[in-house]
Structures are given as C-alpha cells and as structure tokens.
C-alpha cells in the first residue's frame, strides 16, 4: 500500500488511520498495531515538522508492506536533509520541552533506517511482529 | 481518530480545580486542540488539574509535551497535574519518555482519594 500525503498534522493523521486499518484487516496483535502506528506517528510528524515545514502544498508518501512476520513502512520525502546532531541536541534539551519522538519510534520498532537518495529523504521503519508476547 | 475533551471546574474542597475528560486520540493533529481548551483554563488561578484518561486510547509525544506544559505552569504556582485511569499502553508512554518526572498517576479515584486524604492528614499535623 502506498499513500501520497500533505504536509499536514492531519494528513500524518490519515496515514496513520491507514496503518491502523492495515494492521486490523492482516491481524496483527493490539500491541503491533499500536507500536507501529505511534512509530509512524512521530516518524511522519517529524517529516512535516522539519523536513517539510508544514508546506501542505509539499507532499510525502507513506508504503507500508508486511513480508511473513516483519511489518515495514517507509516515509518518503523531498524535504530539508535529516540532522542527526539538531535531533539529537533537541532530546536532551532541559529547556523548551520536545524532542522525544525518535525515543519513542526506536523503542516501537525493531529497526530504524535513514538515508537520504539525491533529493530524498528516506525513513525506513520495521517491527518484528509478535514480539510482546509473553 | 477524533479527541473528545471534557473539562470541569470543581469548587473548592474537592479534588482538584480542574478535571479534563479526554477520550480517543491525542496526537499530532488534535493536541493543538487540547492546548486552546486549556488556554482559558490555565489563565484562571487554579493549582490542580486532574487529567482522567480512561478513554484515551492513543498518545504521542505531542500530547505528552501539552502535559508537560501543562504540569510545568502548575508546579511555578506551587501546584500539580495528576492522572488517573491510565490505559497500559498509555502508560508505557509515559515511562519511555519520562517526560513527567514526579507527576501523580493514580489507578482510579479510589486510590487518588487516599493519597489525598493522606497529605491533608500529613499537612494538617505539622501545622
């Protein structure tokens, strides 16, 4: 599945909503459906946010694909380049509050990919389904 | 997924001043709500705000910074933000990104009441 979405909080939402519906037509367990929907969350949020500047007349899209029991979904755009030291600065900012959603996408997922492709920004996310079991 | 908020204003000698219901999803799209409802909320001189979150089924950390906004102008006035019903995965949340140090999460109103009752009976000693 592949959407094409608007830098929005909204459209972020509806990729999300997506991802959400995926998961309760494949399935998935409660706990995978919502780690990799939050995942995806501040994945894209962070995409909008930085990358793209909420410029809802930029797009980004969103492929979300299950391969056997590894759920993957990857966000795509053609906005400013991912600073890994900005983000990693912002989480241990004691000041303003913010920088948290990389904490929260690497503890949801199992791996966590950038690359940057010419002009593209690449996230890829995947979680090992099943994986809370007890 | 939508956000309901519900908030009320308790008279003194209950609770907490304020008690925000909010039910279905507190994410990047809907905390700006949340932060607007709470605007006229925040301006009034309250200390307490109690947040019930039994209904909350989604949170991402643009709703827990609107939390941490929230808990950080009470605690300059002396005051503090408390959760009660608190869903699991809610929680786990919380604990991953520990962005609310010392804040009060209660099981139910139940267990929040004794804690109350406690620090009155604590206060009401060493006065």
């Known amino acids: 599945m592949t959407l094409e979405l608007k830098a929005t909080p909204e459209e972020v939402m509806r990729a999300v909503e997506a991802l959400r519906q995926f998961g309760v037509e494949h399935c998935l367990a409660e706990a995978d459906i919502f780690g990799v929907t939050l995942a995806l969350e501040e994945c894209a949020s962070n995409v909008v946010n930085h990358a793209l500047k909420r410029d809802s007349t930029k797009n980004f899209q969103v492929t979300i694909n299950q391969a056997g029991s590894e759920l993957v979904v990857e966000v795509t755009d053609e906005g400013v380049e991912f600073d890994p030291q900005l983000a990693a600065k912002e989480a241990s900012d004691d000041g303003p509050v913010g920088g948290w959603g990389l904490q929260l996408v690497r503890r949801y997922t199992d791996d966590l990919r950038y690359s940057r492709a010419g002009n593209k920004n690449v996230w890829r996310l995947s979680r090992r389904l099943g994986r809370d079991k007890s | ?127």
Request: aromatic share 6%.
């Open chain 2, 1 to 127: 997924m939508p956000l309901q908020i519900q908030i009320s204003k308790v008279v003194s000698g209950q609770a907490a001043d304020a008690t925000i219901k909010l039910a279905g999803s507190l994410d990047t799209s809907t905390a700006p709500e949340l932060e607007r409802q709470l605007a006229p909320v925040m301006a009034q001189p309250i200390k307490s705000v109690l947040f019930d979150l039994a209904d909350l089924k989604f949170i991402s950390s643009a709703g827990v910074r609107v939390f941490a906004t929230t808990r950080k102008q009470l605690k300059e006035r002396g005051g503090q933000a408390s959760f009660v019903h608190m869903q699991p995965q809610i929680q786990e949340v919380f604990e991953i990104i520990k962005a609310l140090p010392g804040v009060a999460i209660f099981k139910d109103t139940a267990e929040m009441d004794r804690y109350l009752a406690a620090r009155q009976r604590s206060h009401e000693a060493g006065s």
